[in-house]
């Protein structure tokens, strides 16, 4: 299965049979006060800095998320999007809980954009599923729906599946579906984790699409986040994830020697070429 998404120009092949490409999740909040700041004061340098970082590190794609309190995100991801293709030949994946903020961000960027995210919740198939369609967007499709979020993989399987029936209606390629297991702190639940191993593996046997999560999460809260989040990408990636939100300034090297390991890298091309680079 091939997800082809686009920059101005330059386009991103996403493929379960190719190497894994890394979606940069630092255009984020979270911890990162000086990002809030300088948005709120329409000062893009620092978006543009977090991304030039991103892209030199690894990054693919790059996931926007401008959530914070009080934000105007319908007026500001745009913005933000906007600056970003001023520099940047890069694919963008969308990040916001807020449809009008990805219509509107949608509207301006141009090129073929991730929506992150849809989820099995009736209200948000219903909204978002005609918006990717209409500006022919790919969508990450988050494994939770009207009763929240369950610990059996099976269940996720069955939200997924039925995410990309209602997506298949609506006139979306099967292909443009990607679909988020759910990476949770593994320090607040000891399951967490093999939950969304699991949950890769059904989805890329039994539904061959593409798979996406947010990779960090997982070690929220404990020391030693970098080398738990890359074992746990090394396993993810040997059970099918293909296109991982994270840091790829502490990803790339996991994420590359996983790719070795597993024989997408002929000759350790990428191997050494990122050894390389990094010295
Ligand atoms: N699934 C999907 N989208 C997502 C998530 C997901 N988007 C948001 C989030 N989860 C993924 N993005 C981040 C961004 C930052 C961090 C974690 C996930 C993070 N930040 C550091 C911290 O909190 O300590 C600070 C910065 C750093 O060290 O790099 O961890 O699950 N579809």
Not at 65 to 73: R, Y
């Amino acid at each position: 299965m091939k997800t082809i998404l686009r920059g101005k120009t330059n386009d991103v092949i996403i493929d379960t049979n190719g190497p894994v490409i890394i979606i940069g999740e630092c255009i984020n909040p979270t911890r990162r006060k000086k990002l809030i700041s300088t948005l709120q004061e329409g000062n893009f340098d620092y978006v543009l800095e977090l991304a030039e970082s991103q892209i030199k590190a690894g990054a693919d794609v790059l996931d926007v998320n401008i959530g914070f309190p009080g934000v105007d995100d319908v007026k500001l991801l745009p913005e933000t999007v906007l600056a970003i293709i001023g520099s940047f030949d890069i694919p963008l994946c969308l990040d916001s809980p807020n449809p009008k903020a990805i219509e509107a961000a949608l509207k301006v960027a141009g090129g073929k954009c991730l929506i992150n995210s849809v989820n099995g919740e009736e209200k948000s198939l219903k909204v978002l599923l005609s918006i990717a369609k209409e500006y022919e967007a790919a969508i990450i499709g988050l494994t939770m729906d009207d009763d929240g979020i369950t610990h059996d993989p099976e269940k996720r399987l069955a939200i997924a599946e039925k995410i990309l029936e209602r997506a298949v209606k609506a006139g979306i390629k099967e292909e443009d579906v990607i679909i988020d297991p759910l990476a949770m702190a593994v320090s607040a639940d000891s399951k967490a984790c093999v939950v969304t191993l699991e949950t890769i593996r059904l989805i890329h046997q039994k539904l061959g699409l593409n798979i996406t999560m947010g990779a960090s999460n997982i070690s929220f809260g404990l020391p030693g986040r970098d080398d738990l989040n890359s074992v746990f990408m090394s396993l993810a990636i040997l059970n099918g994830l293909t296109c991982p939100i994270a840091n790829p300034e502490k990803i790339t090297a996991a994420v590359r020697a996983s790719d070795l390991v597993l024989g997408k890298d002929d000759f350790a091309v990428r191997f050494v070429e990122y050894f390389q680079n990094r010295k």
